[in-house]
């Protein structure tokens, strides 16, 4: 038993379930202020339902991800202790700066957004709900900051083989930061889209035909429609930025063993690293150079540029970035062509009535697609940036920790068995929430007037 590689599956293990529930409460929070100012201005109940509704899950969700980043910090120092000892000059200042900023700001308004209703003046709790959706992007921000400096370090230099930093700015603001965080933030807004209108759409099948489900029905799918393309665009720009600064990474993504021209787009394949080469390949030739060079003469970087003279591999495992990649585009047209053409049917027919009835068990069934999509990306990005922890810096078998496997498998197992507990705990309880509305329970009492904030939540609750 490698305690490197149960160590690797451990983390992560421990980051894609924590990354679950921050990729909702980044979105969810501005579509919670979007549904207080909404009823603010118009007085429509059907807002404030919405808000009612979705202020559960945001903090729910909120709760698992605070937990399961508490638990997957203690790894740096159980799992990976050679990581802050080389980077902790600029590691730990950028996680102190999440704290001391994003969550104190969540910690001091978040009790006023949940459980302030009634307490507070309205414009108070519109406050503190802006505060809370500011913090959780804040938060997004540090954390995004630090990773993509551990793929494209900048604003440091080596004393004895630990980093110090020289150029705070160039570390914020380094190389892949802008085109990651705006990944991100979009990828956690179709995630929220999704996970709207599929709720929605469940909610509808269970013969829920309020208002407050044919807003935020209709909300999703556009909120989904727009958001896309812009997904589209921003992961085009994060490509070639990647491609300048881990083209090891491009060319696992592409499947592409030679460095050449007009390189295929690979539409499916089974790449064999041992054979250096792929199988069963179906693709269109030239795409892949047209997309990364937009040229389809343009030279694109190949597997075989980052292996040793000695037959040392410097490049990532190729199958888990290939199909991770497949899968995380394929779910973004899954996403285009489903909320484009939803949105056609309702301004044909005029409202939710004039989708077809496939459409609504589609969003259904697609509701948690954001999830799969956000982990398919982390997937390429992560695996992508094997064999190193911070490119050309640490690699990951410097920084694990001198443990033996079978304690290392013992906490993994720990690890699995309460995660798979909890995130069936966390569908069920969005599935109770979801069933209890549709028929009609009001779980929290009737809402206040707009000028006294909301209701209070219940014990019961």
Known sequence: MDPLILSRI?????????????????????????????????????????YRFWVKVFALSFALGVVSGITMSFQFGTNWPGFMEVVGNVAGPLLAYEIMTAFFLEAAFLGIMLFGFRRVP???????????????????????????????????????????ATDWFAIVFNPSMPYRLVHMLLASGLTVAFLIAGLSALRWIWGDRGAEVRATLRFGAIMGAVLIPMQILAGDFHGLNTLEHQPAKVAAMEGNWETQSRVPLVLFAIPDQEARENRFEVAIPGMASLILKHDFDGVVPGLNDFVTEDGVIEHPPVAPVFFAFRVMVGLGF???????????????????????????????????????ATLAGWY??????QPWLVTGVLTTAESVADVSGGMVLSTLLAYLAVYAFLTVAYLGALTYLARKASHGDRTTPDPAPRDAGIEILTPAE
């Open 10 to 50: 451990q983390f992560a293990a421990n980051i894609s379930f924590h990354i679950l529930f921050p990729t909702i409460t980044i979105a969810l929070g501005w579509v919670l202020l979007f549904f207080k100012l909404r009823f603010n201005r118009t007085g429509d109940e059907k807002w404030m339902d919405a």
């Open 122 to 164: 309205g414009w108070l709790h519109t406050t503190a709900t802006a505060l809370v959706a500011f913090g959780t992007t804040l938060s997004a921000f540090w954390i995004l900051v630090l990773n993509s400096w551990m793929h494209t370090p900048a604003g440091f230099e080596l004393r004895d083989g630990v980093v110090h």
């Open 334 to 372: 899954a996403m285009l062509a489903l909320s484009w053409s939803a949105l056609w049917f309702m301004r044909r027919k005029r409202g939710i009535e004039g989708l077809p009835k496939v459409y609504i068990y589609a969003f259904a069934g697609m509701a948690f697609s954001g999830w799969l």
């Open 380 to 385: 390429v990005t992560e695996i992508g940036r």
